[in-house]
């Protein structure tokens, strides 16, 4: 059945309101409770887990005759002797893409470089080209138990079909023990192929019209038994993975309609499949699973975001035997990796190291190895947790860098990852038919989430340190998060755009540190401004609609939701030291100008793709975006020469642009040490973590670090070495062009934003459900108005 968007952000609305009855008791306890299901607060213990680590970094060697522009290499397995590092890249290949899968040899380099595990020291270098004169394509390599295992792809010169060679070879040598050949039928096309224990496992699609999955299993008997991924009555997709669970079984995590979880079990000796109850296995986060390997103990080991844990099937549940907290590492590295060896005390992680070099080629990285063993006690033991919660556990690599500067220099405090919100930061998108119902979505997600951090932190179990929530609107208010501007002191606006510092205020406080952020609006010439010059009044953007636009609204959204984001850019004029007014004509003003020039629902499909198809003029004319970095608006450009810009969204005054935080910091009301998690704000300021950002192409509140790296990436960009995925205009960029005037361009629009984009998802909510009522001619605005102004105000009152 189809969910409604409407019911779900009701349902989250009706958890915001239950919020503060639920957590009245404890709101004036303060501090941290003792045996709260959170980090922070404890002290650590001499027995607390800890590893002590080596680093390795291993730069496989490629044919240089080649010419091969960038080369990428992956993890194909790891034993007690060997670590075997499959190294690939074609002439092709482009820098910051990675290739998995297929290459032809011609134009190839495919390697395995053999590791041995104890010296480090490379032992062999193989050709995997070597013993063929055919063209052939790699598909999949694997290492365990002493062997390496190639899967080759050639196609028949005449009928194109497809047949597949698996190589068996030894990696002290490189010689081929075993060549197997078989020929699949027709339609049926492997995706990938996996090896548990002694079985080989292809995950194929077949089906010439509609398509399905089909397992085709290699027993170690020498049997081979095929699998349809087929059951009544219901799709099954998404199938790229098994998940071994011993006694030759292995579970295959899918999903199937309406984006629900399915989950299968496959018995790969009997060659037969059976659907498992999906909420018995919810103890396994399948969605945060990014790596699984069955350690030498036997027990299935998978890597998160936030560390690695062990899976017992028996009692159905999980332990975490490395948090990437417990090392000196950086966890943003760890984090990217994949598991080579696990036993519980000694533990290997793998992988290539991306640097971020948005400005800068790079043709090979070097693979490098961590290697981890328990020790005996903890370095640190007797410091206090800090906990600190980022999205899905992940920083960038600088700031990472500074949480173990933090924890190596402060004899008091130590930083801790959280790793208790996965599920309840996910959200749940499903059968949506356009972009508002998944804003919806996405509003009845954010409400919720901000709803589970805001009743920790007021009962004090929530997380010291916050991250990345600058778009959880609710939480900037003082019973949850601290005034940052009154241990920052004010800040010098020739060192920092300090426009975005203010616009990141609510009611005069500073809730949320800015570190990077995009701007948002209407990207355009900015000749088409209104009288403002960084914006339109809702009759200047009527008119360019009409005239500019040719009816073809920038902002693509269907009433409700366009609705609350021209509310969401005008907030300040709406709640004021939490009181709501929606009485005043600036509101009634919105609500006129998007019953009158918006249409209800987007377009959905096709009809989308009208709006980019219609001619080349259309689209360099103004679009809606969040423009993240100088690298972004750079190659957006239509003429290096010309005066793009990016202007505000319709408001009642012509304001301009909003930024969107991509990266903030903020401190907990009831922190175990406001004073610390200061301390580690101020390191994420300095000059050396503000330029580090840049490199993701974001912007950032130093002015010395926007200008350092915009100047790189104008040079970078003008002699035309273009690495990034953005999206191109129509008509295509201009390169070679660029200057100091782009850069000075940038800057201006920059210090033209002055609103944060912060979403308060409960009052975007009532919005959403009410105001159609007006739209469709349901109801007069003044009921309307009574009614969501209402339902606003008290959602505001219960917070305060």
């Avoid at 060549?179 to 699949?184: L, M």
């Avoid at 003044?782 to 102004?789: E, G, N, P």
């Amino acid at each position: 059945m189809k969910r409604s968007a409407r019911r779900l952000v009701s349902a989250a609305l009706v958890f915001a309101m239950a919020l503060s009855f639920a957590a009245c008791d404890k709101k004036n306890g303060g501090g941290n409770v003792n045996g709260n299901s959170g980090r922070t607060g404890r002290k650590i213990a001499e027995d607390s887990p800890w590893f002590n680590s080596t680093k390795t970094e291993i730069m496989p060697v490629i044919d240089a005759s080649k010419n091969i522009p960038f080369a990428n290499s992956f993890l194909a397995g790891a034993d007690e002797n060997n670590i075997v590092i499959y190294t690939r890249g074609d002439s092709m290949s482009t820098p910051g893409i990675i290739y998995v899968g297929y290459g032809a040899m011609e134009s190839s380099v495919a390697t395995l470089t053999v590791v041995d595990r104890t010296s480090k020291q490379v032992r062999n270098t193989i050709d995997l080209y070597k013993d063929f004169q055919e063209t052939v394509y790699i598909l999949s390599v694997s290492y365990s138990d002493g062997k390496a295992k190639v899967t080759y792809t050639m196609f028949d010169e005449h009928t194109g079909a497809p047949s597949y060679i698996e190589n068996t070879i030894d990696p002290s040598t490189g010689t081929v023990l075993d060549s197997r050949k078989t020929e699949p039928s027709k339609d049926l096309f492997i995706e990938n192929t996996l090896y548990l224990g002694s079985y080989r496992v292809s995950i194929c699609t077949a089906g010439s019209e509609e398509q399905y999955y089909v397992l085709k299993i290699n027993a170690p008997d020498g049997q081979e038994r095929t699998v349809d991924l087929k059951l009544e009555g219901k799709s099954v997709w998404d199938v790229s993975t098994l998940i071994s669970t011993g006694d030759d079984k292995a579970l295959i995590p899918a999903h199937t309609d309406g984006n629900a979880r399915l989950l299968l079990e496959v018995d790969l000796k009997a060659g037969q499949i059976k659907e498992l109850d999906s909420k018995e296995y919810e103890w396994l986060d399948f969605d945060n699973i990014e790596s699984s390997r069955t350690g030498a103990d036997g027990n299935l080991y998978y890597s998160t975001s936030s560390g690695i844990f062990k899976a017992d099937f028996t009692n159905r549940t999980t332990e975490e035997v490395f948090n990437y907290s417990w090392c000196g590492e950086n966890r943003a590295e760890l984090s990217n990796l994949q598991i080579g060896y696990c036993s519980g005390d000694s533990i290997i992680l793998c992988g290539e190291f991306y640097e971020n070099t948005q400005f800068r080629n790079v043709e090979q990285w070097p693979f490098v190895i961590f290697e981890f063993s328990k020790a005996d006690k903890n370095p640190h033991a007797g410091k206090t947790v800090l906990e600190l919660y980022a999205p899905y556990g992940y920083v960038e690599n600088k700031i990472a860098d500074a949480i173990g500067k933090f924890n190596s220099t402060n004899g008091e405090y130590f930083i801790e990852f959280s790793s208790r919100y996965t599920g309840d930061e996910r959200i749940d998108y499903g059968n949506e038919n356009n972009q508002d119902e998944s804003d919806a979505i996405a509003l009845s997600g954010n409400a919720n989430f901000s709803n589970k951090l805001a009743m920790d932190i007021i009962n004090g179990e929530g997380p010291d340190i916050l991250m990345g929530v600058s778009n959880l609107g609710q939480l900037n208010n003082s019973n949850y998060l601290v005034d940052l501007s009154k241990y920052t002191g004010k800040f010098n606006q020739d060192k920092y755009f300090t426009n975005i510092i203010e616009g990141s205020k609510v009611n005069g406080a500073l809730y949320q540190m800015p570190l990077t952020f995009g701007i948002e609006g209407i990207v355009t010439e900015a000749k088409y401004a209104g009288k403002s010059g960084v914006g339109f009044t809702t009759a200047e953007y009527e008119t360019y609609l009409k005239e500019t636009l040719n009816g073809q609204d920038a902002i693509t959204s269907g009433q409700a939701i366009y609705f609350t984001k021209l509310f969401n850019a005008m907030s300040d004029k709406f709640i004021k030291d939490n009181k709501a007014d929606f009485s005043g004509k600036e509101f009634a003003e919105l609500a006129d100008f998007v019953k009158n020039n918006v249409m209800e629902k987007p377009k959905t499909g096709n009809e989308n793709d009208d709006f980019f198809n219609d001619s080349a003029a259309v689209y360099p004319a103004g679009y809606y975006a969040t423009v993240s970095g100088i690298g972004n608006f750079l190659m957006n450009m239509i003429d290096a020469d010309g005066d793009q810009t990016i202007l505000g969204i319709p408001s009642t005054d012509g304001r301009g642009p909003m930024f969107r935080v991509r990266c903030s910091i903020a401190v907990s009301a009831q922190a175990t040490s406001v004073e610390a998690c200061v301390e580690f704000v101020k390191l994420l300021m300095t000059d050396d973590v503000m330029y580090s950002l840049t490199l993701n192409d974001d912007f950032v509140i130093s002015r010395a670090a926007f200008r350092k790296s915009a100047e790189e990436t104008v040079a970078y960009y003008n002699a035309d070495n273009r690495t990034t995925n953005s999206l191109t205009p129509i008509s295509g960029p201009v390169y070679g062009h660029f200057s100091d005037k782009n850069i000075d361009n940038m800057e201006k629009i920059i210090s033209n934003a002055s609103k944060i984009d912060s979403e308060d998802a409960a009052i975007s909510i009532i919005l959403y459900e009410e105001m159609p009522a007006y739209f469709l001619g349901q109801k007069d605005l003044a009921s309307v108005v009574k009614i969501a102004q209402d339902r606003a105000q008290k959602v505001l009152s219960e917070r305060a």
